[in-house]
């Protein structure tokens, strides 16, 4: 965008001293052509980052909402750390506290407008009601709390246990012909 407007400058500037040497009247109709251009340009650009826009204000809300409820496990005993920083990550909460320790990733989704909302844990991966995220949270998860059980390993010398969770608000769906799923939504470490 800077690039279009440097560009958008110097013609005006060449046009100036064109019509500066030539002697000619001012043009304000190529001018306003110039101008709609670059403004339906402008539109259609902002239109386009729109739904990213969105995206990501509906992420930080989730991931507030989810700090908020957290915070308030302050009072029985547990430590809350937000965006804890890793190698070109982040871990979005980290709970420690008297049951263990526990690496939280926070996905924010719109409810489906017609179809069911259910959050359905499918072996390794999660449904919500027929749409799959792009990407698998179970795996983030996951690989998430193992990078945690690595840094709490070599900054404290212990090595946490590794347990698997699930969300209250997931439901585990049998798959046809096999053993109910397991439920490794979330990893505590």
Not at 8 to 13: G, S, V
């Amino acid at each position: 965008m800077p690039g279009l407007t440097a560009i958008l400058a110097l013609t005006m500037t060449g046009w100036e001293w064109w019509r500066y040497y030539a002697e000619k009247p001012p043009q304000p109709m190529l001018f306003s052509l110039l101008a709609m251009a670059y403004l339906a340009f402008a539109a259609w650009q902002f239109h386009r980052f729109l739904p990213r826009l969105r995206a990501l204000r509906q992420g930080m809300e989730g991931e507030r909402a989810v700090g908020q409820f957290l915070e308030r496990l302050r009072e029985r005993g547990y430590h809350v750390f937000h965006d804890v920083l890793g190698d070109g990550f982040n871990v979005d909460h980290v709970l420690i506290g008297p049951a263990g320790v526990f690496s939280i990733e926070t996905k924010t989704w719109s409810k489906p407008l017609k179809d069911d909302a259910r959050v359905i844990c499918l072996g390794d991966s999660l449904r919500i009601g027929p749409l799959e995220p792009d990407r698998n949270p179970i795996i983030q998860a996951v690989a998430q709390a193992a990078w945690l059980k690595q840094l709490l390993s070599e900054s404290t010398g212990s090595l946490p246990k590794s347990t698997a969770a699930c969300p209250d608000f997931v439901q585990p769906k049998p798959m046809t012909g096999s053993s109910p799923p397991r439920r490794p939504a979330l990893q505590a470490c």
